[in-house]
């Protein structure tokens, strides 16, 4: 009676208008039946009370209720817990009972518009941690698969999931991710994987990405099989995998749709478009302003190297203004923010010399490329790396292009994520792991497909 006369004084200072309690009379009984309406499924509770009816002894509730779940709790913080979250709860004389009878309001698991494939699956993860389970549930039909739920924050109670397998993950990173889940203090994770991520892997001021997102079941699923973890958090519609190192960020599923020699070839284009996307800008500038580059170049320029290097900067930033316009402006004014940039960055900025046409030229093709990077994380943090080189050689020329180079070389050098360096299997040199990764094959020894 006590969990009983708690949860009823917890509910009646609620003042919620969506909480209802149902009294229903069994025999010479009566059972109290509490629910919130907006996340429950009607039918399975009308059905459930139903059940409740036809019951003589409570007892053997759970054996003669006609509900696909329940379970007996006597923890008045995880009933809570289960009823804020959507399930039932029912009070019989001596004993608490939780249904799941829970009907979340969800979108559908269509295709992600971030992850498009040509000949891919057409489903996707949504906001239910329980349907994105069950897509790789389905994709992995194997007791080893495990999928541990966890619970942090205090007033969120947002529900976490590692998902990898038994006998392929680290079971030390495993237990190293519950240490510091179990650790964490926060109030919500409204912000879901993101601010999981901060937390977990100490984000913090490092540029590029620790772990990789993924709202494509197909593409979660490939990952476990190959030995990585996946966290799997409830209201967001993509995952985290980890470990993860920089050549992960450019695996798309549209390579293993592919016969191997196309498939090889699309990976070598994503790769160059990376690494223009990352270096184009720079290096044309530090050849463009230092005299001993310049007759490399058919075109001619009258600018001075500080104002050149400023068009090429300026123009950088305004063509990120304008993804970001795109990206937060509805679909229906999508066309006509594209047409606004087309004129501003198109002829009209050059008849006007705002800008010459050789500088829009690069920062236009680096930005094409920086588009064609699967990861969308690590296509920012090329551009702003990007724009640092910029800086560097907008003040040293051809001096600051290099120390960028070997500056980020070793910063890349230093990450790593749970041992795993970053830059793996180049830094480390493994040439089969390399070898397998710039080239896809269709031996046998190719297992996980």
Do not use: W
Request: net charge neutral; proline share 4%.
């Amino acid at each position: 009676m006590g969990i009983k006369k708690d949860f009823i004084e917890h509910i009646d200072s609620s003042l919620n208008f969506d909480i209802f309690r149902r009294k229903v009379k069994v025999k010479l009984k009566i059972v109290e039946v509490f629910f919130i309406t907006p996340l429950i499924d009607s039918m399975i509770l009308l059905e459930t009370i139903r059940s409740i009816k036809e019951i003589r002894n409570d007892k053997i509730i759970q054996e003669d209720l006609v509900t696909p779940q329940i379970r007996k709790e006597s923890d008045l913080n995880k009933v809570l817990t289960s009823f804020y979250s959507g399930e039932v709860i029912i009070f019989t004389n001596n004993n608490c009972y939780i249904v799941d009878c829970r009907k979340h309001p969800l979108r559908g698991i269509d295709e992600p518009h971030s992850e498009k494939s040509i000949r891919g699956s057409r489903d996707g993860f949504n906001e239910s941690i329980n349907t994105n389970i069950g897509l790789i549930r389905l994709r992995i039909k194997s007791n080893k698969l495990k999928t541990e739920i966890l619970e942090v924050s205090k007033y969120g109670r947002t529900y976490i999931s590692l998902v990898y397998l038994e006998d392929k993950a680290d079971l030390k990173i495993v237990e190293e991710l519950k240490r510091r889940i179990s650790k964490l203090d926060i109030n919500s994770l409204i912000m879901s994987d993101r601010s999981l991520e901060e937390r977990l892997f100490s984000q913090g001021k490092i540029i590029y990405p620790l772990v990789r997102y993924t709202e494509r079941p197909d593409v979660a699923s490939i990952h476990i099989m190959n030995g990585k973890v996946v966290i799997v958090v409830d209201t967001s519609p993509s995952v985290i995998i980890t470990p993860i190192c920089l050549l992960d960020h450019i695996k798309h599923v549209e390579e293993f749709r592919q016969t191997p020699l196309i498939g090889s070839f699309t990976k070598v284009l994503r790769i160059i478009s990376v690494i223009v996307s990352l270096f184009l800008s720079p290096v044309v500038l530090a050849l463009l302003t230092d005299h001993d580059y310049t007759n490399i170049f058919s075109i001619s320029l009258d600018s001075g190297n500080s104002v050149l290097a400023f068009e090429m900067i300026v123009s950088t930033i305004i063509l990120e203004i304008f993804r970001i316009a795109i990206v937060h402006t509805p679909t229906p004014l999508g066309g006509a923010i594209s047409l606004v940039s087309a004129l501003v960055l198109g002829q009209v900025s050059i008849d006007l010399g705002i800008f010459s046409s050789e500088v829009l030229l690069v920062v236009c093709i680096s930005s094409i490329c920086g588009f064609a990077t699967p990861s969308y994380e690590l296509s920012l943090s090329n551009k702003l790396v990007s724009l640092i080189l910029l800086l560097l050689v907008a003040f040293f020329q051809m001096e600051g292009l290099l120390i960028g180079f070997i500056l980020l070389f070793l910063y890349l050098v230093s990450i790593k994520t749970f041992n795993v360096p970053y830059l793996y299997p180049l830094v480390p040199f493994d040439f089969k792991k390399l070898f397998r990764f710039m080239f896809r094959n269709s031996n046998e020894d190719n297992k996980n497909l």
